[in-house]
């Protein structure tokens, strides 16, 4: 009798120690991306309160870390250095202060951060120094320093919880090269996403033995530029043809998406995108269960989740109190006066006071014969009285410089077909649309532009119209230049633009104009010091008082049928206010 309940105690023991050694364990993985400066629940930029803010975030992100501990994972997928004045206020007015990104990244305990193609066009001396702000490790695997041939940021990042392994996978599109200045990510060039993917997981596989892979990816689903070397979305390639991945977090393309691919060896991949500025994040749950050290079952879900109605983290608040009183007193700064009021809106369906501005001074600054420009933000205005530094980021949004490349009258002319192309549809009847739309939530009523506003480069140094019963390639027809001389397309000319759009960003140069983008650098005269809000800011700072005007040297045709649909297209993407 002895014998046998000691043996069943030894059995009862052994059942016992196989029960706890198999053992599941939750780990929560939140995510933000394309933040663009939004740190702060107030727009800096319209002076208002904001709905996203990474305040909110980080009410988010306690809750959770309250049950989690740290079996919560916090990332952020890039483009985080630039979209607020609060941003260009520590990368640009006052460098030798600690970057806020930095500050607040540390502040909530992030685990990594993927870099992002704005962060990078923030220029070296911002980018290098932020990363050296970090806590938390700055990933990019193809991003290669030229000089030593590997990675200029680290590619990865192991993270030990509760026994699992954990592989974050950093990577950034490569496209940079077509939107930024080459002086800005010197000593670096880009890898195409999905082989450098192939490489990673494959040496994170064989050195790091890790039980889950995740994907940090500062790139939008698919489509954008493909050419030979590199994709610049490649999210959903290499979900289906690199295995290994549990779960892709990305972004870059700011539209929110969940789905779930299945790759090459049949298995399920979650991906996940939070959209931008900090008004939602991915939230996923990853259940591991192991056997003696061994990775029985594992199960990835999530999802993207609202944070607009979180409260907002007073002890956050406090803590940056100081940094957002610095940013308030810099945009509250008078610096002129406009007598009217001037709309992006206006730039979508003819010559426009908004755009135009910008066309002049960059004619001015430049000394060019024709200027190309687009508006940057789809329904911006700056109104009527006082004109305040916060305008500023409402006329132009980016931190681009001011270029002028050469041109012949030909590729002039092929460029503005490309753009309007972009924009306005083929007239085949008077009760047609005029301008390119889609059902897609941009605009009121749900429709917006099927394509990206900020491609929709008009001209001014030139007079022409724009017959929009015409086909593709045959729409534009210039008349003159505005200054009375013939216009001449086999004639080289100065043409002024932003430095995105002459390093090739939106193709209009390459696909359109048609021109090598090996050879774009070498048609650059002239390149500005500073960036075009700069410039515009020191041109109403000298005028004090403007009024600004459109230019009127270009139109749609035939009027007949453009004034109604002008009409028309205008109330269904901006209602009946203007």
């Known amino acids: 009798m002895n014998k046998l309940i000691i043996t069943c105690l030894i059995l009862c023991c052994h059942f016992t120690t196989m029960k706890a050694e198999n053992k599941t364990i939750e780990i929560r ?53 630039q979209g607020q004045p609060t941003c260009y206020y520590c990368n640009f007015v006052k460098p030798e202060m600690p970057n806020v990104a930095a500050s607040i990244t540390n502040y909530m305990s992030y685990d990594a951060q993927t870099i992002g193609n704005h962060d990078i ?48 996978i950093g990577l950034t599109t490569p496209a940079i090269p077509n939107w930024l200045n080459e002086r800005l990510w010197s000593g670096i060039r880009f890898d195409d996403m999905t082989q450098s ?4 997981i494959d040496f994170v596989k064989t050195n790091e033995h890790p039980d889950i892979i995740i994907g940090l990816f500062h790139s939008g689903r698919n489509g954008g530029i493909s050419t030979d070397q590199y994709e610049e979305n490649a999210v959903i390639r290499i979900a289906n043809e690199v295995p290994g991945f549990d779960l892709i977090l990305y972004g870059h393309d700011h539209r929110a998406n969940k789905e779930y691919i299945t790759n090459t060896n049949n298995d399920k991949v979650l991906c996940l995108n939070p959209s ?43 803590y940056f109190k100081s940094d957002m009183d610095s940013v308030n007193a810099f945009v509250n700064r008078k610096i002129g006066t406009f007598k009217n009021s001037i709309h992006t809106r206006d730039s979508y369906f003819g010559n426009s006071a908004f755009c135009d501005f910008i066309h002049n001074l960059q004619l001015k600054e430049t000394g060019a014969d024709i200027s190309f420009n687009a508006p940057l933000t789809f329904d911006a205005s700056i109104n009527a009285g006082d004109v305040h530094v916060s305008d500023m980021f409402n006329l132009y949004k980016y931190e681009n410089q001011i270029c002028a490349l050469r041109m012949t009258g030909k590729e002039i002319h092929d460029y503005l077909e490309m753009s309007y192309a972009l924009w306005t549809n083929q007239m085949a009847s008077p009760s047609d649309h005029i301008m390119l739309l889609e059902h897609n939530g941009n605009g009121h009523n749900g429709y917006g532009f099927k394509n990206l506003a900020f ?10 119209e724009v017959d929009v019963t015409k086909p593709t390639g045959q ?44 050879s774009l650098k070498s048609r650059i005269t ?5 960036d075009q809000r700069y410039y515009l800011m020191k041109e109403i700072e000298e005028a004090g008082t403007l009024s600004p005007q459109p230019n009127n040297n270009w139109r749609f045709v035939p009027e007949s049928w453009t004034q109604p649909a002008i009409k028309r297209d205008r109330e269904i993407l901006f209602d009946k206010k203007r």
Request: charged residues 25%; contains cysteine.
């Open 276 to 318: 931008s500025n900090a008004e939602y994040v991915c939230d996923a749950i990853i259940k591991i269960t192991k056997d003696n050290g061994k990775v029985v079952m594992k199960n990835v879900t999530g999802d993207v989740c609202d944070i607009r109605q979180q409260p907002v983290d007073e002890e956050f608040m406090a």
């Open 526 to 530: 002239f390149e500005s010091e500073r």
């Open 121 to 168: 066009e923030t220029g070296h001396a911002v980018y290098d120094k932020w990363a050296s702000e970090l806590k938390c490790p700055l990933l990019g695997a193809n991003m290669i320093n030229t000089s030593t041939n590997k990675p200029y940021l680290r590619p990865y990042t192991m993270l030990d919880r509760d026994g699992v392994r954990l592989a974050v």
């Open 29 to 81: 993985v939140i995510q933000t991306s394309d933040v663009h400066g939004s740190f702060f629940p107030y727009d800096f930029i319209d002076r208002k309160p904001a709905q996203g803010s990474l305040a909110r975030v980080s009410t988010y992100v306690k809750k959770l870390r309250s049950v989690y501990g740290d079996k919560l994972l916090l990332l952020d997928n890039g483009d985080i250095l």
């Open 197 to 200: 993917a192939k490489h990673w």
């Open 455 to 464: 491609n929709f480069d008009s001209a001014a140094g030139i007079d022409y």
């Open 475 to 518: 729409k534009v027809k210039i008349i003159r230049m505005s200054d009375g001389r013939p216009f001449d397309e086999s004639k080289w000319y100065k043409v002024a633009m932003n430095s995105y759009r002459a390093n090739g960003g939106g193709e209009l140069l390459t696909k359109g104009a048609g021109i090598p983008h090996d």
